[in-house]
């Protein structure tokens, strides 16, 4: 009895020790296997690479002197040698110095002899990174502290001099130049430490997510913002720069909107984009995923702008979209470039504005929600959100305001209340703000249906105001995407001619193309990487019935799991440029913890059936297939599969699809919101821990 009490009494306490020492195995079970293999990954530059001759044996101090020229602005963190041992292992140190011309040491490293390998290279890493602004000579001096006089080695070189590159042995000149590679980029053991802070916060947030869900019993819409917020502050910097999703064309426009409102300079005559030199990085295709992104990261988080002020053209994507779907970002990047911030502060403070503001919009729809709180509130962390979230994307303000209008929706037509005036101009903004966002969402103005005419003071009022809704929803659309409405409609003879042509996608809100000035010829062209010159326009589709149902067909065979992995967070990164694939496993948990969230407990009947459901369903079928057309219009005709097609375009109406596959037949007897939300959360960070391995060790 006594410890059956003791149990009932700390139980929490004992559940979040267990969760700290599981958490402490996974955390340091992934570091082991991964950050000794991350912090010694480095980038070489192959200098020299003749090499048939050996130099005289290095035993002692004098040693062998190489010069090297070093190209401007070239970070040396060390340099790579190939050793020649004699057959034997040597005992000993071996030193490699680097001076400058007047023979002043500026960066030193040393190694074990026995860890030299014959006709291996060798590589050392300096105490410090050497790095100038100008093209500069250095002496490279390779010397040794042997135990024996017979611990000697020698370096591979060359039967001829490199320009530039003299050696000297032993104190006097020789021929020839040693086999050389410099280290140009190097992790090192920052990530060490990085990673220790990271984790230590995620570590920190799941006990106080424990003790809100368990012991406070917190309010879903609570419980979101906590996680949206700590997991969002992760993904901002976890990602590395320009590594979201188009994420280089949203940081490029947002800092063109910054300019003009700074009333600076935002572009040069040749539409380069003008920016401080200590920002001055390419905007116009995505990075790399790899722990060098997050070493740049780490070390721009301390740098200012070093009075690197002056503004310089930049090759950079700007974006023509619908303006306010910049608001946060642009205001991030105002406030930093304003309290003269550097280049990576800058970037976090646009993503956090995106975050915050994505938290709240979806924070006032969860809370307005009269019932399917838990499933919208786990859609929205999924990995896919948080990750858009954490980015300078402007597809979380989307998702965020579909959100709010399906909660809204769902509030007046199962509440008590008769709709205000005030009530109804906020369903009218938020649909005139989402129609001219993205056309696919422009359906969503539709679910405004759902509510009867019972909840207006009158069937007129009613009628006036769900057609004055639309309406005012397709004169923004209109006024602001006239140009794609020629385009959709067009005849293969009149579609764009050029791959950046079609680029100008109904999907990123972008004006279609002049077509009026484009020169077709007679042929079907094949651009030069193979593709068509011609796309999927809604003329060609209607005069192509079967290769239009060939190619739906073939994409729903060959691309379904990707759609998948895109919607629930399988891939991520830049999905079609070089994604992250995460084990299916973790998708696969998710989704059945968000199927789990739609059983209903208790005796409460579920409210939401009939016609409201068939038609929820109906707005999100015709936006997901939108989407579908959308990306089909600029797929090349020649192409067997829908190019461009991802599964995140179908996250804002997701949860009307999921509400659409609840029912009253199968109900537990008592809530597990609380398990499911902390099991939700717990695969995320596995998630993120499953990316954290496969970008710590790639090189690409």
Excluded at 329 to 349: E, H, S
Excluded at 424 to 443: D, E, H, N, Q, R
Excluded at 501 to 510: D, F, I, P, R
Aim: proline share 4%; with cysteine; charged share 15%.
């Amino acid at each position: 009895m006594a410890f059956k009490a003791f149990l009932e009494k700390y139980k929490h306490l004992l559940v979040m020790l267990l969760i700290f020492a599981m958490g402490t195995l996974i955390f340091g079970w992934v570091g082991y296997e991964n950050l000794r293999e991350s912090a010694g990954l480095g980038k070489r530059e192959i200098i020299h690479d003749e090499y048939s001759v050996i130099t005289a044996g290095i035993l002692g101090s004098e040693g062998v002197k190489q010069n090297i020229i070093v190209k401007p602005d070239t970070r040396l963190y060390g340099v790579n040698l190939d050793f020649h041992i004699y057959n034997r292992v040597c005992f000993g140190t071996v030193f490699v110095d680097l001076l400058d011309k007047e023979g002043n040491l500026l960066a030193s490293a040393s190694d074990d002899m026995t860890t030299i390998l014959d006709n291996t290279f060798k590589r050392f890493i300096f105490d410090k990174m050497v790095v100038s602004e100008e093209k500069q000579e250095y002496v490279l001096h390779v010397h040794t502290s042997p135990e024996t006089e017979n611990d000697r080695i020698a370096l591979w070189k060359s039967e001829r001099t490199k320009d530039g590159f003299p050696l000297t042995e032993n104190a006097k000149d020789a021929s020839g130049t040693v086999a050389l590679q410099y280290i140009t980029n190097y992790v090192g053991g920052f990530i060490y430490t990085a990673y220790f802070v990271i984790c230590a916060f995620l570590m920190g947030f799941l006990l106080v997510l424990y003790y809100l869900v368990f012991v406070k019993k917190s309010k879903i819409h609570n419980i979101f913002a906590l996680c949206a917020l700590c997991l969002g502050l992760v993904f901002c910097l976890f990602t590395p720069q320009r590594g979201g999703p188009d994420e280089y064309a949203h940081i490029a426009t947002s800092y063109y909107n910054a300019s003009r409102i700074l009333g600076m300079k935002a572009v040069d005559e040749k539409g380069n984009l003008m920016m401080r030199e200590c920002d001055a990085v390419p905007l116009n295709r995505p990075c790399s995923y790899n722990a060098f992104e997050w070493k740049e990261t780490y070390e721009g988080l301390v740098a200012g702008t070093h009075g690197k002020t002056e503004l310089v053209p930049v090759k950079a994507t700007i974006t023509s979209v619908f303006p306010p779907l910049y608001f946060a970002q642009t205001l991030g990047v105002l406030l930093a470039r304003i309290l003269n911030f550097g280049y990576i502060p800058m970037l976090l403070m646009g993503r956090a504005f995106n975050l915050l503001l994505y938290v709240v919009l979806v924070y006032l729809a969860i809370k307005t929600l009269p019932f399917f709180k838990l499933p919208l509130c786990l859609v929205s962390l999924l990995p896919i959100p948080l990750q858009l979230a954490g980015s300078f994307s402007y597809d979380t303000l989307v998702m965020g305001m579909c959100f709010l209008f399906i909660a809204l929706c769902f509030k007046y037509a199962y509440g008590t209340e008769i709709l205000s005036a005030k009530q109804i101009g906020v369903l009218a903004v938020l649909g005139a703000l989402i129609a001219p966002s993205k056309t696919i969402y422009i359906t969503v103005v539709a679910l405004c249906f759902i509510i009867p005419s019972a909840k207006f003071k009158s069937k007129k009022v009613a009628y006036l105001a769900k057609v004055g809704i639309i309406l005012l929803a397709l004169c923004m659309w209109l006024g602001y995407n006239s140009g794609i409405v020629s385009h959709t409609v067009s005849d293969i003879n009149v579609t764009a001619k050029t791959q950046e042509q079609l680029n100008a996608t109904v999907t990123e809100g972008k004006d279609a193309p002049d077509l009026s000035e484009i020169d077709i010829p007679n042929d079907h062209s094949i651009m030069a990487n193979g593709d068509s010159s011609y796309c999927f326009s809604f003329g060609y589709m209607m005069t192509h019935i079967s290769q239009t149902i060939k190619i739906l067909i073939n994409s729903i065979q060959d691309d379904m799991p990707l759609y998948v992995q895109g919607l629930i967070g399988g891939r991520l990164g830049e999905i079609i440029v070089s994604p992250l694939e995460i084990n299916w496993l973790y998708p696969i948990a998710l989704i059945i913890l968000l199927l789990l969230s739609l059983v209903p407990s208790g005796t409460h009947s579920i409210q939401y059936k009939g016609v409201a459901k068939w038609w929820g369903l109906f707005v999100a079928i015709s936006a997901c297939g939108l989407a579908v057309l959308a990306c089909l219009t600029w797929t090349p005709i020649n192409y067997t599969t829908i190019f461009g097609l991802q599964g995140r375009y179908f996250l804002p109406v997701f949860p009307l699809i999921l509400f659409a596959l609840t029912n009253d037949n199968l109900r537990l007897k008592k809530s597990v919101d609380g398990v499911l939300i902390f099991s939700f959360i717990c695969t995320d960070i596995l998630i993120l821990l499953d990316a954290f391995t496969i970008m710590a060790v790639n090189l690409s």
